[in-house]
């Protein structure tokens, strides 16, 4: 994989998902547009780049939000951890698996944000991001548009592949 061109996609997700938050929300609810960037990375990516390149991303957001540095890291590096493990079995280009990842992945961060939420005020006795009430479900407001928004934003990204230079994945 070609790092430069990662860093300048993770550079252009980042600034996109805060500059176009705002303007993209339907009724509270914003895409997640760095998490179709962690899918198409470990979609493609071999497992140890696709793990880095989404541990990264989740660190870089991390520094973008106010959650605690690590929060959306280690949501992503899970949902690396989910995708890797069906990139044998799915085809890469079919807009139906550009959905369901992006419905899994955005389900996964959802639960780990939620319980995060729950957790981390117990820990250190302040509070994160409406761990209460409504708040709780917060992660999950945008989850369908994340999905909708996936196999439009994958397919785009699909066709740039060559760009990133992912080396062929080895099959077990």
């Known amino acids: 994989m070609r790092w430069i061109s990662y860093f300048l996609l993770a550079y252009i997700a980042l600034g996109c998902q805060v500059a176009l938050g705002g303007y993209m929300e339907v009724k509270g609810a914003a ?8 899918i198409f990375i470990t979609v493609n990516a071999p497992r140890e780049a696709g793990l880095l390149g989404a541990f990264l991303l989740g660190a870089m957001q991390d520094l973008m939000t106010i959650y605690p540095l690590g929060t959306w890291a280690v949501a992503y590096a899970l949902v690396a951890m989910f995708v890797i493990s069906t990139q044998e079995y799915v085809y890469r280009e079919h807009p139906l698996t550009h959905f369901s990842l992006a419905l899994s992945g955005g389900v996964i961060c959802g639960v780990f944000l939620t319980i995060h939420g729950w957790v981390y005020p117990k820990l250190h006795g302040a509070a994160v991001l409406g761990a209460e009430g409504e708040g709780a ?14 196999p439009i934003v994958l397919g785009i990204l699909q066709r740039m592949k060559r760009t990133f230079a992912f080396k062929a994945i080895r099959r077990m």
């Open 31 to 38: 895409p997640n547009l760095v998490l179709l960037v962690v």
């Open 137 to 150: 479900l917060r992660p999950f407001t945008g989850l369908m548009y994340t999905a909708i928004l996936g």
